[in-house]
């Protein structure tokens, strides 16, 4: 009897993992899974057209669930590691940042940007490409740590975490790019040799006996080149196909698909020795190219380098008395001063006083959050009650503060910018390319297939709309750069061609248009004791107010009791002072009554500070204004050019004085309120107006925000506001005009290079499309114009800048 055969056990790969499927696999649109974890994952890609993150990389996904990691996070659980490791942690929200060197395409951004359908407890995640960097948001309540840094590396993104270099810039890059270009270079010189009895005549009895053979060896080392070298091109223009977008590389992946099959067709069918010499040059030069271009733009890059002019100054508490220092400045173990309304630069821990923490930088909830001595408190927070010291536990990194700087729940609203402009038209000279390329072929193939091939090829590799794209950051950022070297810190690039663009400028008045600093300051009213001016000086010393802090070095100060602070944006401060109620603000905030006499001192620029004890008025203390330096030729400077107002929360007086200063055309208005000043800026631009608002950035937070450009004028670099797009040092503000001409130079700086790309491309391709260059000739121009670009307008803006005197 003949044994029935063995039953032959097939297995079902899974879809994401590639590892077996169990009997009845979990099925998707016909595609099977073998847990649920694989399953999540596809359907995050397939839901947004990404299924090509299963064609390009090299290995397939990991399982989700069921992944053996036994034990190996478990050191994330421990409290000395999350503490270095979080940026901020409270009840309800963690974040940090973590270092992913695995990311490298769209699929792999998108993906991470959307863990939160992969785990419910992250409430948010945001990719920075360029440094490999993802912010994590997460709810502590619902995940932890280690079940997010598991879940990244379940799904192929495991963090790189160096706990000894945390806080360090992270350093980047792969080794990848050297590999492709050796492998190009050593076949490109192995296949010009076997070509070598095609370009001499006297050879011709070797290309007979051995040209066959030569050309099957081409063939072979051409192979590599065009599997790995190449590889990156191909990918990147598919990934841009599945996104139904045509992209730089999908003309010249079809150059090197013409070349590689008529190479192919030629040698196969003895018809010639083919094109593959030019094929792995053209890979080769191509690869160099994007070497240098890459060189160049990370010494170039000005991201990496603007945050250290980043100005955030804080208080420093030392055996001589407080001074001001920068951020950059503070060590572990610094006693530091942090006000009413000022940011926290570092972690810290609280030494005295009571904390009441506005964390809506870090989490976007403006609820603040009580803090008593001995608890720690995280940079990014904003004190909102009475001054505290704090003791530094963590050295600051000015990379995170920008980085909450630039929180986008302070963004303003979408606009269209120059670079925005490149980007659109970069798409359309894609394919005004393919055009130009299916016309030469279509031109030259009766006459030559040759030169038909030649042409074709030469236009897709020469052509460059990436310079145009290029233009626009490297010239912005350049200037960020040297604005910051000037003192005039900006949040981003964008904010560059904003001033550059604009024609209305509103200036706030105290603190902004005069100097507090300077002001004399005597006192009208019933005589203080000396106990009442401690209680006074307790008080305005809580604030960063330029009236309060100017009035804080006039009076004794010693630390006393306070609670109950409250503060009224542009009526005064409040608070109970050791059991007496202390109000300072103006007359009506403090319930003063304003005489004859006080309206004729107001005629003589004062400005004046009222005093109220358990509901009494006192006194007022009265500063005699005095303007800042340089203010009569900057204003005559800015009002050739535009539109000028002023917005201030005091009375009238000043109107002669202002009159004289900004000229008959100007707007002033009196007795402004927050809201008012917001109004007034938002009716600007109802009207289309690009409008600048300049001010001290604590009551004019609403108009800064509103307006195009806010800046924020500060004596101590602390006004560190989500409002503002720009802080300017008051040392600085003598070069306000200087300033906005510069950037106005940048945006023609931008234009010139765009024209220098146009013409770059149109005598090139005008020249490809007639067959004067051969590819590998386009392949080493087209990084070329790149290159061109960048240092063009990097150099264009530091010569503007020279001519500025800057």
């Known amino acids: 009897m003949i044994p029935a055969p063995a039953e032959i056990h097939t297995h079902v790969a899974c879809t994401h993992c590639g590892d077996a499927c169990p009997d009845e696999p979990i099925l998707l649109d016909s595609q099977p899974f073998c847990c649920q974890g694989c399953k999540a994952v596809y359907e995050l890609l397939a839901a947004s057209n990404l299924c090509t993150y299963y064609r390009l990389d090299e290995r397939p996904g990991q399982k989700v669930k069921d992944v053996e990691l036994p034990g190996r996070f478990d050191y994330l659980d421990q409290e000395s590691v999350q503490a270095q490791l979080l940026a901020f942690r409270s009840d309800t929200l963690a974040k940090l940042t973590l270092t992913i060197p695995q990311m490298h395409c769209a699929s792999c951004i998108w993906l991470l ?124 223009a598919w990934q841009g196909l599945r996104q139904r977008y045509i992209n730089l590389d999908f003309p010249i992946s079809l150059g090197l698909t013409a070349l590689m099959l008529t190479s192919l067709f030629d040698i196969l069918t003895h018809r010639g020795p083919g094109y593959l010499d030019s094929f792995t040059g053209l890979v080769f030069f191509m690869l160099i190219g994007k070497w240098v271009q890459q060189r160049t733009y990370d010494a170039l890059r000005f991201d990496r380098d603007f945050t250290s002019y980043f100005p955030v100054a804080v208080t420093l508490l030392t055996k001589d008395g407080d001074k001001s220092v920068s951020v950059k400045e ?36 403006s609820v603040p959050v009580a803090k008593g001595a001995g608890e720690l408190v995280y940079a990014g927070g904003r004190q909102v009650g009475q001054a505290v010291e704090l003791e530094v536990v963590r050295e600051v990194s000015q990379g995170y503060l920008t980085q909450l700087w630039n929180n986008p729940a302070f963004q303003k609203g979408d606009k269209h910018t120059l670079e925005t402009y490149a980007n659109k038209v970069g798409r359309y000279f894609v394919a005004l390319t393919l055009t130009l390329a299916l016309g030469a072929i279509l031109y030259w193939y009766p006459q030559d297939p040759h030169m038909a091939l030649r042409a074709f090829t030469s236009v897709l590799v020469i052509a460059c709309p990436c310079a145009l794209s290029l233009a626009t950051p490297f010239a912005m950022g350049a200037a960020v750069r040297v604005f910051g070297q000037k003192k005039f810190y900006l949040k981003n690039s964008a904010v560059v061609e904003t001033l550059g663009r604009a024609d209305t400028i509103v200036f706030d008045k105290t603190g902004t248009l005069t100097d507090t600093h300077r002001s004399e300051v005597s006192y009208e009213g019933r005589p203080l004791t000396i106990e009442e001016k401690q209680l006074v000086a307790t008080l305005v010393q809580q604030s960063t107010h330029p009236l309060s802090q100017r009035l804080s070095k006039e009076l004794i100060y010693n630390a006393l009791t306070i609670n109950k602070l409250q503060e009224a944006p542009g009526q005064g401060l409040s608070g109970v002072v050791n059991g007496v109620c202390v109000q300072v603000g103006s007359a009506a905030f403090t319930g003063a009554q304003r005489s004859a006499d006080v309206a004729e001192a107001d005629a003589q620029r004062q400005s004046r500070v009222y005093v109220a004890l358990d509901g009494v008025p006192v006194g007022c203390f009265v500063f005699h204004n005095v303007y800042r330096d340089n203010l009569v030729p900057i204003l005559t400077q800015l009002g050739k050019r535009y539109r000028l107002a002023v917005l201030s929360g005091d009375n009238s007086s000043e109107r002669p004085r202002l009159r004289e200063l900004f000229g008959p055309k100007a707007e002033l208005r009196f007795q402004q ?79 010139a290079t765009f024209v220098l790309s146009f013409c770059y491309n149109g005598i090139g391709l005008g020249l490809a499309v007639q067959g004067r260059f051969t590819p590998i000739v386009s392949a080493i121009l087209m990084p070329i114009s790149s290159l061109s670009v960048m240092l063009f307008a990097t150099l264009l803006v530091r010569y503007a800048a020279w001519r500025r005197r800057f």
């Open 113 to 236: 940007e959307n863990l939160y359908k992969l785990n419910p407890g992250v409430s948010e995640s945001r990719v920075n490409f360029l440094r490999k960097e993802l912010t994590i948001s997460y709810l502590p309540s619902e995940t932890n740590l280690k079940e997010v840094v598991t879940l990244l590396a379940a799904i192929g993104y495991e963090p790189q975490i160096t706990l000894a270099e945390l806080g360090a810039q992270p350093h980047h890059g792969s080794r990848m790019l050297y590999y492709k270009l050796g492998l190009a270079g050593f076949c490109f010189g192995n296949v010009m040799l076997l070509a070598f009895p095609e370009y001499f005549s006297f050879t011709e009895q070797l290309q007979a006996e051995f040209g066959q053979f030569f050309g099957y060896l081409s063939i072979i080392l051409s192979l590599p080149v065009l599997l790995v070298s190449a590889r990156s091109f191909y990918e990147s």
């Open 330 to 365: 503070l060590r572990v173990g610094n006693r530091i001063l942090v006000r009413h309304q000022e940011v926290i630069p570092a972690d810290a821990m609280l030494m005295r006083g009571i904390g009441q923490i506005d964390y809506s930088f870090v989490s976007g909830e």
């Open 673 to 751: 309120s927050p809201l008012d000043k917001l109004e007034y800026v938002a009716e600007l631009r109802r009207q289309g107006r690009t409008v600048i608002m300049v001010g001290d950035g604590l009551n004019d937070a609403g108009a800064l925000q509103q307006a195009n450009a806010g800046i924020a004028l500060t004596d101590t670099l602390s006004n560190f506001s989500p409002a503002c797009d720009a802080i300017l040092d008051a040392s600085s503000f003598g070069q306000l005009a200087t300033f906005l001409r510069f950037s106005q130079d940048c945006l023609q700086i931008v234009l």
